[in-house]
């Protein structure tokens, strides 16, 4: 069988990778918290880890693999939005509100990973569903002399968990130095961290021994990970950002709740991402989300191939050079791809189809998931494809497909339409010639309007007619802008882009979705 070796950040080592159960590997990354957009961050332990998940199902046998990441449904931003919401006179109760906003959330979520093409885990719990396991887990842990409950809160004692800090190495007193530490009166220890607090009557809150009130966000995934993938389990992974304090906190809720499991036995994690070799940040304005570079034209494709051209452990940089020499490359492939395809339809293929992946492909992740090594794999491929297609095109389609690149046909990835509106850069010129011999440019206008209207920007010149179309927002950006006023209580601005996602949504605006079909609709009117 093939040796997987991976960096296990428990261990600070390299090793080889041995399943607790062959028959049924199991891994838990920890998912997003649904408030807004997922932003180009959020993205890297998505892709970093489907190529794990992917990987482990080609080693192990496709069912024998048990892919868990979760969705944290309680937050006090959501809850922020639902309020605003409900002020604003929306239909419904609070939790009602606050499942609305869940759940556009996750549907975006969705939309924007299935583009980076990041298969569905096989579990994709809500905290929300699992409240009974988290209240089970907490009344576990006090029942053990682990925590305690004080006005309402309930508080894991870290002093009662002996290797607490051993995952980041650090020490509890260099914690407390180095940590924003909240000091609560209930807390006997400053570092004891929340597993459950009381809710007000205007907050989702669930009924437990200590009353009304909602879980600690580190509960959860303890509890989910306990319910879906037992109390040992092979990996855990997330992002650097989590290991202090949310990983220590979920390895001592989990590891003193059962004490004869190991919890997780390999933990991994991501470096965080940069912009032009900045910190992504809203302040200075290179801060943005996966849904808006798919909105400028940026092919999903294109965001996951930069993303793996950096092993997972080094800080990712995203810079606009990278981005177009990923677009070039895979430009590159969907050639081979295409001359590959017409060379199999006619039966001229000078090899057969292989059905495995590349040896040097599978050989480059297998070596603690070396994916930057995978994508030089993929250009040797590529460039001796380009020389000859029939020969290499059909290890390019598979190596391609294996590393997630074909969710959908290469074809698919760039939306090229230059040609598309030539019709009506015709019918605008001829138009033209009429109105200069008449004087009459009513006609002109009429049609110039019309296509406008439909995000199509026209260009008259001397030299002739230019139309192309107009890069256009999308009904969720809009949706996006608005809940991101909300957030900053900016009024005025929320209303307008609350206006703009509805004219939108009426096709009285252009958008993103609509613009084929007004576009489409404007030829049948034409009879063009
Ligand atoms: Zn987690």
Redesign the pocket.
Known sequence: MTTIKLHNTKTRKREEFTPIDPENVRM?L??PTVYDRAHLGNARPVIVFDVLNRLLRHVYGEDHVTYVR?FTDVDDRINETAQNRKAAGAQGTLEELIRQRSDETIQWYHDDMDAVGAMRPDHEPRATEYIGPMVAMIADLIAKDHAYAAEGHVLFAVDSYKQYGALSGRSVDDMIAGARVEVAPYKRNPMDFVLWKPSTDDLPGWDSPWGRGRPG??I??SAMSHELLGASFDIHA?GID?QFP??EN?IAQSCCANPDAGFANVWMHNEMLQVEGKKMSKSIGNFFTVRDLLDQGVPGEVIRFVMLSTHYRKPMDWTEKKREEAEKFLRQCATVLEEWSDAKKAGGLQRNDPAEPSAGLIDALTDDLNSSMALTHLRFLASKGSAAPTVFGGQLYRDLHFLGFLGRHWSEWFDDHADDLAPFAQLLSEARSVAIETKDFSEVDRLKAALVAVGIEVQMSKAGVEVARKQLDSIGIAYSRANRAVATESDDEADFWYGIAEQMKQGILPCKENQEQKIQALFEEWKL
């Open positions: 838990y920890c998912g979760n966000w580190h959860e995934c997330g989590l949310h990983h979920e």
